[in-house]
């Protein structure tokens, strides 16, 4: 959908505080995993940074300030409490690369698109699902998002074509979702085998009794911008999670998710790792679609 007037590229919500010290931990202790960037990309960096803390000013200008004297900039982000000064476009006046730098200050993961076909070029990605930068920076952007089966291929066509003809000053979201067994914002392919070998036991034990607290839905808000100088597209990941039986409080809710469950193409659930835990979910959300009847 097209992003409304009042709808922005960020979100800064309550878990900002516990987050942000997430990303940065992260990046401290694995530079090179969690912020890649290929050369020549350092123009549409800039671009990003200047985008987004005028972003967050327009959010929230008494707790983020931000000051122009020409290409000196002054930032102040109340919410960490710091103070920085740079010149705009000048790398050595910051200490880390610009989408680096930006990247630890908003609770979004950052990813920089560029090319025909569009080609992911750039990134800061600490909580992704399930896929890293390691394994996919300059590639494609189907290839970013192989192997998939055949029923998803058409959607990812689709979705490659969209990105490659989304026009300037026009931004987008969408909402990408699945369910997940572990609560960890950081599902990178790091943690790929752990995490596998945990829901192939935690599959063999689930219920419709246990599945609501066992299991957690996992949504993404995504948003994708052209850059108008540059050229290259931003995108934008916020994750979202909530426990599954919080979720499907709601009947309405529950509802919903037992429908796009049962006319999903298997190809879909496989891809989003469902199947192992299908039939427990559904009789979960069945259950509880039907309790205000009850």
């Known amino acids: 959908q097209p992003l409304a007037d009042g709808e922005g590229r960020l979100e800064v919500g309550a878990g900002y505080g516990s987050e942000i010290p997430l990303k940065r931990k992260l990046l401290v202790e694995f530079p ?4 890649r ?4 990309t350092e123009p549409a ?3 990003v940074l200047g985008l987004l803390l005028h972003d967050l000013h327009r959010l929230d200008a008494n707790r983020f300030f931000l000051e122009e004297e020409g290409d000196c900039w002054r930032w102040r982000n109340g919410l960490l409490d710091e103070k920085t000064e740079f010149v705009f ?3 050595d006046t910051l200490p880390l690369a610009p989408l680096d730098w930006v990247g630890r200050q908003v609770q979004e993961d ?4 560029a090319g025909t076909p569009p080609a992911l070029v750039a990134g800061q990605l600490c909580f992704a699902n399930d896929w890293s930068l390691d394994e996919k920076l300059g590639l494609p952007f189907a290839a970013v998002h192989a192997p998939v089966g055949d029923s998803v291929a058409p959607m990812l066509r689709a979705a490659g074509t969209f990105v490659e003809r989304l026009p300037p000053n026009r931004p987008v979201w969408r909402l990408n979702w699945s369910f997940k067994h572990s609560p960890e914002l ?6 790929a085998p752990r995490l596998k070998a945990e829901l192939a036991d935690l599959a063999l034990t689930l219920t419709p009794d246990t599945v609501g607290e066992r299991l957690f839905v996992r949504v993404e808000r995504q948003t994708l911008t052209r850059l108008p100088l540059s050229g290259a597209v931003l995108f934008t990941v916020r994750t979202h999670q909530n426990r599954l039986g919080a979720e499907a409080a709601d009947p309405v809710r529950a509802a919903r998710m037992r ?3 049962r006319t999903a193409p298997p190809g879909l659930l496989d891809y989003k790792s469902i199947t192992p835990f299908l039939e427990p979910l559904l009789a979960f959300l069945e259950r509880k679609a039907k309790s205000d009847f009850s």
């Open 32 to 35: 090179g995993y969690y912020f």
């Open 37 to 40: 960037a290929l050369p020549g």
């Open 45 to 47: 960096q800039w671009e």
């Open 89 to 91: 476009g000048k790398s």
């Open 110 to 113: 950052l990813l920089l698109l």
């Open 186 to 191: 950081d599902q990178t392919t790091r943690h």
């Open 259 to 261: 429908n796009v469950l």
